[in-house]
């Protein structure tokens, strides 16, 4: 299968900069814009994602749910997600990257209307599987597009408005979360469980407002130009670009990139392979290091060691603001420290966390001091590893892969990021079991460690460099050396 468009010996001419009007900030304006409005799917993303944590602390008041069914209501969205982010990749090289940001927008809308109605456990997993096709697709062409739009001196604060909307949708969901947890009002207007179900609902919100949204994107330049749609290419980027910025010149690498064809073998070829293990292996590391299954299971573990449900739901909330303020920093760090050396500075203090935790629950539930302790190695965990591993993931992803192949290659580093979402989501309340939640925290430390090691080995440093300078570096063998 090919997605390149027909070769063409030389770029159309491109007109003098001084035929057309003087690009203004008016340009920058409307990437800041069309990333904020597809961002939102991050914001859906989040929210979906978060607000599980609180919901599966009173859907046991309507189901019979033992330790099987609440993993299999956690993992049913990862699933979907997985099969998801499969798709996505190569219906974007098909149909556009804008098609399917809407697409994603009204899966988000059926799942959360859905999640609301459910009247099973099973019905409600069918409704996070639905929920998961639209955040696996999210996942896989958000970064992609915004990375597509944004010019490269600040493509990696863009890129990274889709994880701050993420972290604010987990943030958004632990309010809520705690909020409607319990609330006499919505349990006597829905009756039993119309707390959760509420909670389920108000994610229609963003998805709706993401719809209507629409019509303030454009579509990507890179893809029109892999389509040889080179004049709609240049018109988008002319309206994209600021006045010190030149888009005839952008537009001159991105046909000489668009004229290769992209195929399943040249992604996997050797010329290739260490931005396909860069870019899955990270995605791999941003999830066996624990992130996400901490996010979900959070309030279990600690209404399991002692916290009532309000204290476990409030803490929910102070690792939401943590992960926001870590967001709000990686946002800066990524194109001052760049993306590498972000990752190496701050992942230690991850490892470092979760020694702490391992040992406050070392021997049982923690007592006194050590509740406090608890509760700031969570904070400590996931302040360093949102604000590291997590904030580069998409970003990394995003540019490491050469434009004939970057709806592929990314749907891969999405297809790593949400199997291995899921085999943790699965599984995380089963190792607590089997090994204790002390046990837990160290297996996840050890793992982290891997994680510094193969970032400092197998990521290159991608700041300030065009996607098409990355690619050249993949063509003549010097990948790993910008580092």
């Given at each position: ?13 491109p ?15 409307r ?8 961002g ?55 149909w ?28 409600l ?9 639209a955040v ?105 670009r600021?006045?010190d910025?030149?888009p ?10 668009a ?43 600690l ?7 309000n ?32 990752m190496?500075?701050?992942?230690p ?22 509740k ?8 400590l ?8 591993i997590?904030?580069s ?9 050469p ?18 979402d ?35 080995r ?16 993949l ?9």
């Amino acid at each position: 299968m090919t997605s390149g468009a027909p070769l063409h010996s030389s770029p159309p001419s491109p007109p003098s900069r001084r035929t057309h009007p003087a690009l203004s900030s008016s340009g920058q304006r409307r990437v800041f814009i069309a990333s904020c409005v597809a961002g939102l799917a991050g914001v859906l993303f989040g929210y979906d994602q978060g607000i599980i944590s609180a919901a599966l602390l009173t859907l046991g008041d309507s189901f019979a749910l033992d330790t099987l069914g609440k993993q299999a209501i956690a993992a049913g969205m990862v699933a979907g997600a997985l099969l998801g982010c499969m798709g996505a990749g190569p219906l974007s090289d098909r149909w556009g990257r804008r098609l399917l940001v809407g697409l994603a927008g009204a899966l988000f809308l059926l799942g959360s209307i859905g999640s609301a109605m459910a009247m099973s456990p099973t019905e409600l997993t069918i409704m996070r599987v639905i929920l998961g096709l639209a955040v696996g697709g999210a996942s896989q062409i958000v970064p992609v597009y915004i990375a597509e739009l944004a010019p490269a001196a600040r493509r990696g604060r863009l890129v990274l408005l889709f994880q701050l909307a993420i972290v604010g949708g987990v943030l958004v969901s632990s309010l809520i979360g705690w909020a409607l947890s319990g609330s006499p009002f919505l349990i006597r207007l829905l009756s039993q469980g119309g707390d959760w179900r509420m909670m389920f609902l108000l994610g229609a919100v963003p998805a709706l407002m993401l719809l209507i949204g629409l019509i303030f994107l454009p579509e990507s330049p890179r893809f029109l130009a892999s389509k040889g749609r080179e004049d709609e290419a240049l018109a988008i980027l002319r309206s994209l670009r600021g006045p010190d910025e030149d888009p005839e010149a952008e537009m001159a690498e991105i046909h000489d990139a668009a004229g290769q064809r992209g195929s399943w073998r040249l992604l996997f070829s050797k010329r290739l392979r260490p931005a396909l293990i860069a870019g899955t292996g990270l995605a791999m590391f941003s999830q066996v290091t624990g992130t996400n299954a901490v996010l979900t299971y959070a309030p279990t573990i600690l209404a399991g060691a002692g916290f009532d449900r309000n204290s476990a739901l409030l803490i929910s909330i102070a690792i939401g603001v943590t992960i926001t303020v870590a967001t709000i920093f990686g946002f800066w760090a990524v194109d001052h420290w760049g993306r590498r050396r972000l990752m190496l500075r701050v992942l230690p203090g991850s490892i470092l966390a979760l020694i702490v935790l391992a040992f406050v629950f070392f021997g049982g539930d923690p007592q006194g001091i050590g509740k406090s302790l608890a509760v700031a190695g969570l904070l400590l965990y996931v302040l360093c590893t949102l604000g590291s591993i997590n904030a580069s993931l998409w970003l990394v992803g995003a540019e490491v892969f050469p434009l004939s192949v970057r709806g592929k290659g990314m749907g891969l580093v999405t297809v790593s990021h949400w199997s291995f979402d899921l085999l943790i989501s699965m599984i995380t309340l089963s190792i607590i079991e089997t090994m204790g939640v002390s046990g837990t925290f160290i297996l996840f430390a050890g793992l982290t460690t891997l994680a510094w090691l193969f970032i400092r080995r197998c990521i290159p440093e991608t700041k300030g460099r065009s996607l098409e300078d990355i690619e050249r570096s993949l063509n003549t063998g010097d990948f790993l050396l910008r580092s």
